[in-house]
């Protein structure tokens, strides 16, 4: 053997390709936001609130999970370890909840509760910055992969999770809360050194598409195992050793693609070692191994009264803007208005899916089938605009925002059915607005990168976010929220009865949701006109050769 098994373990663990195994592993825990429709139910009851108090405790849920300018904040100036280790530490808030749920905690306020399930959330969008915005980085030229790949990884989440679930603790509801307090921050913990920006030679990169599909076969063997997994537990009464049994090939999939790594990783030594004799190689890896020198713009001449003379004198789209620039651009405030009307809305439908299936009179197995569907299909609809709008873009020149309008004009679709109520619709609309939801993050996420550049992505990625979290408020709390809880006033008075002090608002047929997703759907519509805006202003940007500088880069660090 031309190398040693020691060289080619450290090799393996030190390469860039175990920093993406680190990444995909903690973006498969880290989908716990999207869980609420599992558990929302035994909040309600066990802490007696109506639906209004619940869509306020989901907008705390929304908002930590998608607020994490802090966590950004904290990445341009730390390594990124230091933030998985912050966003591990703040998975606690889930553990609050489960004893305040199970009645360790008396009396536990709306206030607090509030709080605790933000903060559990927020620690998703530190593990998000850490992970996700370092594999960009180390991926510049297919991060509309890496963004649609990883993020596919967290549409998938809440249904590995509720697999891993089932294994761990049977049916008890309850105790999902509990498993997610703790496993995200184990896995965080474990790859917390690993995940770190790493630099490769020209010959790599040209080689990571072709392991990028790889992976895409794999997360799809993954999500059609889970689909068809879906399909049998909703038909039979899955016993404890079939959930043991579904859950060791959930990890096995899960763990795969740390096959593809290793043959990569030998590949690359391999190679190495037959020119091993060469000076000019020698000298080659010498200067591979040096640590990663990023582009600095940090020369006094060239930041004098960039802090506030020059946030309305950004650069040309494509270079690094400040943060303020892209804060106070138009191109930024035309994205965010688009992302509100479009993430907020499918959100809502999200975290409302087990009221709207119990208010149309669907059972509860019924109920879970369209969480795992919504799962299943966020997935597919992230790894979708992710490979596809990269394809389109390399191949065509197709601009990104374009494929948002379109993806906000098929939401629409699936909000059109639930306001109407067609019957048996709801498996329809759960895979629209599953898909139309996760298509949304990566376009949002790659558009971001591309119009204000890498240098301060950490927090600007985190800017972008804070978009579904005013959607959500604006539609889950103040539209369907209230609405919801009207109609269920509506329909106690009719029957002639009064609300007693404490008791759940339960409205039952059509109209508890109608007008609500009607406001949604006409909501989304504008925002797809809106971001016809945004084409229109970078036509000409998404023409260009917009990744032209990274070739530059790499062929530069090449010789």
Request: aromatic residues 14%.
């Amino acid at each position: 053997m031309a190398f040693s098994i020691s060289r080619f373990g450290s090799q393996l663990i030190l390469g860039r390709w175990f920093m993406v195994f680190g990444c995909i592993l903690i973006m498969t825990v880290s989908g716990t936001g999207y869980m609420f429709g599992l558990y929302s139910n035994d909040i309600k009851t066990s802490m007696g609130y109506d639906q209004d108090t619940l869509n306020l405790l989901s907008f705390f849920k929304d908002l930590g999970s998608n607020v994490g300018v802090l966590s950004g904040l904290i990445n341009e100036i730390t390594p990124p370890w230091v933030v998985l280790f912050i966003g591990a530490l703040m998975n606690f808030g889930y553990f609050m909840i489960w004893l305040a749920v199970t009645g360790h905690l008396k009396r536990v306020p709306v206030w607090q509760m509030c709080l605790y399930i933000c903060i559990g959330a927020d620690s998703q969008a530190f593990a998000n910055t850490g992970a996700l915005v370092t594999c960009v980085k180390n991926f510049p030229e297919s991060r509309g992969i890496v963004l649609g790949l990883l993020k596919g990884y967290v549409g998938l989440s809440s249904a590995i999770l509720a697999q891993l679930y089932h294994a761990f603790y049977g049916n008890k509801s309850k105790d999902l809360i509990l498993f997610i307090s703790w496993l995200p921050a184990v896995v965080s913990m474990i790859f917390l050194r690993t995940i770190r920006v790493v630099k490769a030679d020209q010959d790599r990169q040209q080689n990571e598409v072709k392991v990028f599909y790889n992976l895409l076969y794999i997360s799809l063997s993954l999500a059609g195992f889970l689909m068809v997994l879906i399909i049998v537990q909703n038909s039979l009464l899955f016993t404890r050793a079939g959930y043991y049994a579904s859950a060791l090939v959930v990890i096995f999939l899960v763990f795969l693609p740390l096959v593809i790594f290793a043959k990569e990783e030998y590949s690359y030594l391999a190679s190495q070692s037959k020119r091993i004799d060469s000076p000019l190689e020698v000298v080659a890896e010498q200067r591979e191994e040096q640590p990663r020198i990023e582009p600095s713009n940090d020369d006094p001449k060239d930041n004098q009264g960039t802090c506030l003379t020059n946030i309305f004198k950004p650069p040309n789209r494509g270079e690094d803007y400040t943060i303020l620039q892209a804060l106070f651009s138009i191109d930024m405030l035309i994205l965010f208005v688009a992302s509100i009307c479009g993430l907020g809305g499918t959100l809502t439908m999200i975290d409302n899916l087990g009221q709207i299936g119990s208010s149309l009179g669907y059972p509860t197995r019924s109920i879970n089938t369209f969480v795992s569907l919504v799962s299943i299909w966020n997935y597919l609809g992230r790894v979708t605009s992710g490979f596809s709008s990269e394809i389109f873009l390399k191949k065509y020149k197709f601009p990104r925002p374009m494929m948002m309008s379109l993806v906000l004009l098929v939401s629409c679709v699936g909000h059109l059915l639930i306001a109407f109520a067609v019957p048996n619709s709801l498996y329809i609309a759960s895979v629209i607005i599953g898909f139309c939801f996760g298509a949304q993050w990566p376009l949002v996420y790659a558009i971001i990168s591309e119009i204000f550049g890498l240098k301060y992505y950490a927090t600007l990625y985190n800017f972008g976010s804070v978009a579904s979290p005013i959607g959500s408020y604006i539609f889950n709390v103040v539209v369907t929220g209230k609405l919801y809880d009207r109609e269920a006033l509506k329909q106690l008075n009719d029957k002639g009865l009064e609300r007693k002090l404490g008791e759940d608002l339960d409205c039952i047929g059509a109209n508890c949701f109608k007008v609500s997703f009607l406001i949604i759907s006409g909501t989304t519509l504008f925002g797809c006109l809106v971001s016809l805006i945004l084409v229109l202003r970078t036509w000409k940007f998404y023409k260009s050769e917009i990744y032209q500088k990274f070739n530059v880069d790499t062929e530069a660090s090449a010789n």
